[in-house]
């Protein structure tokens, strides 16, 4: 729970869940250190996507460089509330580029960038999965030129291939005090090891082929007039591979990049707790409904996240 002298426009809370309506960087520096067991969040891509008016939003940047320092801002306090041992997973995409904003078309090395910040910060690059993403569904909704097939026939030079998205993971280098554990019953060996099952798929490839795009929570209704048509939600099934893989029931879940609590509401259903953070206030408010019908269809049956006199 943040501390109550950090400025906050709004929050809320029930048993197991806190949701703050601020900046990520003033709510974080109000979380106690080493007290997050794990973190999962989609960042903003840079520029790519314009999320909201406010010029607090880090998505808002002038330029790269200047979302590049915002983000060391924050990785400073996620760092500092990241409990030792413990991960940080962090879902990106590399950036295609415009000849209009960057004078060439090409794509940035974006996730190269997200695991060099966060190197820098102090976190060790851990581990990382490539999500498979359709070309035609990209090429459909985007237009890039270099997936149009009409680019084939004029220069295929400037032809490329989809571009998937990353679920990169980092942990914070000490010894873990509360370590991650399964039990043969809740995690047999089959389930990590036989090549058939999905879970291996799942798990252990580097490549996710199976992730639905579209699996993800509704967020029309937190959409406004002035949006760009693109809300950008994590889908749950990867969330649900890492809380699954990198937490216990009962661990605290933070997503610094909240949205509309789509980390929130899986955490919630696996017996999670969760602290959110959310600058739109749109998503803040269609988060509030998310986390409430989480919570409803959950048993968590444990401590809560709050001091109970």
């Known amino acids: 729970m943040a501390n109550e002298c950090v400025k906050v426009l709004d929050q809320a809370q029930g048993e197991n869940w806190a949701l703050y309506h601020g900046d990520s ?96 910060l102090g976190f060790i690059y851990h581990s990382e999965v490539c999500i498979w993403k359709n070309p035609v569904t990209a090429m459909q909704r985007t237009k890039a030129l270099g997936l149009l097939h009409k680019q084939i026939k004029k220069d295929s030079c400037m032809s490329r291939q989809g571009i998937p998205d990353y679920l990169v ?29 999905p879970v291996w798929d799942e798990y252990a490839s580097p490549v996710w082929w199976d992730i639905n795009q579209s699996d993800t929570l509704n967020g029309k209704i937190a959409r406004e007039d002035a949006d760009e048509r693109h809300i950008c939600p994590l889908q749950l099934p990867v969330i649900e591979r890492g809380i699954e893989l990198w937490s216990n029931p009962g661990d605290v879940v933070l997503d610094p990049f909240n949205g509309i609590a789509s980390t929130g509401y899986q955490a919630l259903l696996m017996g999670r707790k969760y602290i959110g953070i959310e600058l739109k206030e749109s998503y803040y408010n269609v988060s509030l409904k998310n986390l409430q019908s989480a919570e409803s269809n959950s048993a968590i049956g444990q401590e809560s996240l709050f001091e109970v006199d």
Request: include cysteine; charge should be neutral.
């Open 169 to 197: 993971t980092f942990r914070k280098p000490g010894e873990n005090p509360e370590r991650v554990t399964h039990t043969n019953e809740s995690y047999p060996v089959s389930k990590w090891q036989n090549v058939a099952s």
């Open 25 to 120: 960087v003033e709510v974080l520096q109000g979380i106690p250190d080493n007290s997050i067991h794990y973190s999962i969040t989609s960042i903003p891509f840079a520029s790519l996507y314009t999320y909201s008016n406010s010029e607090r939003d880090m998505g808002n940047s002038r330029t790269y460089e200047e979302f590049a320092e915002q983000y060391q801002f924050l990785g400073k306090e996620w760092y500092r509330c990241m409990m030792p041992g413990r991960n940080v997973s962090i879902h990106c995409m590399n950036l295609p580029t415009s000849k209009e904003r960057d004078g060439f078309i090409g794509i940035k090395d974006f996730r190269g960038d997200v695991i060099r910040w966060m190197q820098s």
